[in-house]
């Protein structure tokens, strides 16, 4: 599988993606080919190689030769539906313009079908978001990762007043994804930019295990202390097939001070805050200190609240960070019928095929209270009967 990793150290932009899309091998001559499907004419496009603090990179630009119209979600929307472009890159652009309106409609208290765009519904605007639509299909990618956003700091003048950086309409498309900024002052992230990666990212963090092919630099118009550079890299995934991967977060520290009853509170708080899961194993540390080595496992979204966790419930005074690929059997809990009731049951699969079978333990611990037998044979009947469900 084609995967892509977009590096954002120097924020990004529609022209920086396109820029970086066309270094990776996308032609010119086919954009060209693809955007004039779209009926619009009054602009050219460029291509061009230009050194960015050393590195060489690809610098896209349009060139305007219409007034600049101002254009709706249904204008943009018909233009693009109306094109013969394939299904995908309609699909993916009109999705980005319908997010891009449904921001600037509530920053404006608006309806959405009422908001006219200005700087994006500039024909540069649609052909950026278009082409960059157009890049990814025809470069074969099949999923995006990002890194986080680095997005300036500052003000920057818009049409009506300064606003800060980020622009409220890119901080409002970046909710849920991690930004930071290193107190560069000026604007990184522009609103097209972030409604193009938002849409066709699948997660943002670090750079996914893969066997790198193409190494492309998008340029951005701005010189800068640091490279104005967003860094494209494509190449296969090392997904091993059949099993899905994820992304997750090992937090470990030694403890030497606290009590088993204590440690067993500890695990019941990170159990209920979402951590995936929690263990310990004796360890001999340091002038003959015999103590356990505590692990967690959490997923990025719940980092913050489960480290927060680790430091109040236990006496730790220093925590180690691991970031971790995670091969999984992909899974899922159904609900079966029993002599005894309903129970539930997960069922991992791997390639579409069943691998285990397992009976979930709060059904088997309830039917042995409710019925008086043993635990062992609750879960036995469980597991006969998920497979005998399964089969029909």
Avoid: W
């Avoid at 920086?16 to 066309?22: E, P, R, T, Y």
């Avoid at 539906?81 to 319908?98: C, N, V, W, Y």
């Avoid at 204590?262 to 540390?285: C, N, Q, R, W």
């Amino acid at each position: 599988m084609k995967i892509a990793y977009f590096d954002c150290f120097s924020g990004v932009s529609g022209d920086m993606i396109v820029g970086a899309l066309l270094d990776c091998g996308l032609k010119v001559g086919e954009l060209e080919v693809e955007l004039k499907k779209l009926k619009i004419c009054g602009y050219k496009i460029q291509a061009k190689k230009v050194l960015k603090n050393g590195i060489s990179a690809t610098k896209f630009n349009v060139y305007i030769k219409e007034q600049r119209i101002k254009r709706n979600l249904k204008d943009i929307t018909t233009l693009i539906t109306k094109s013969k472009l394939d299904a995908e890159i309609k699909r993916g652009s009109i999705q980005t313009f319908q997010e891009l309106a449904r921001v600037e409609a509530k920053i404006h208290n608006k309806k959405k079908d009422r908001i006219r765009f200005h700087e994006v519904g500039a024909v540069d605007s649609i052909i950026d978001i278009v082409g960059a639509f157009i890049g990814i299909k025809k470069l074969g990618i099949d999923i995006i990762y990002s890194s986080k956003l680095h997005v300036g700091t500052g003000f920057i003048q818009c049409r009506h007043a300064n606003l800060p950086v980020p622009a409220p309409a890119t901080l409002a498309l970046l909710k849920e994804v991690p930004i930071y900024s290193t107190g560069l002052e000026t604007e990184l992230v522009t609103p097209t930019g972030a409604a193009i990666l938002k849409m066709c990212s699948k997660k943002f963090g670090i750079m996914p295990q893969m066997k790198v092919s193409k190494i492309g630099y998008g340029a951005g118009t701005k010189n800068l202390a640091i490279p104005n550079l967003l860094r494209v890299s494509i190449g296969q995934t090392q997904a091993i097939k059949g099993y899905e991967t994820d992304e997750i977060i090992l937090i470990e520290t030694n403890i030497d001070d606290m009590t088993p009853q204590m440690m067993s509170y500890v695990f019941e708080v990170l159990f209920k805050e979402g951590a995936l899961d929690v263990y310990t194993k004796p360890i001999h540390m340091k002038k003959d200190r015999i103590g356990v080595l505590l692990s967690v496992l959490t997923t990025q979204d719940k980092f913050v609240k489960i480290l927060s966790t680790v430091f109040k419930e236990t006496t730790t005074l220093g925590i180690r960070i691991s970031h971790l690929q995670r091969y999984k059997l992909s899974r899922k809990i159904i609900p079966i019928q029993t002599k005894f009731g309903q129970a539930k049951v997960k069922v991992a699969k791997c390639g579409g095929k069943i691998k285990t079978i397992s009976p979930e333990y709060e059904s088997c611990k309830e039917i042995a209270l409710k019925n008086q037998i043993p635990f062992k044979d609750a879960y036995d009947e469980l597991k006969k009967v998920a497979f005998q469900t399964i089969k029909k």
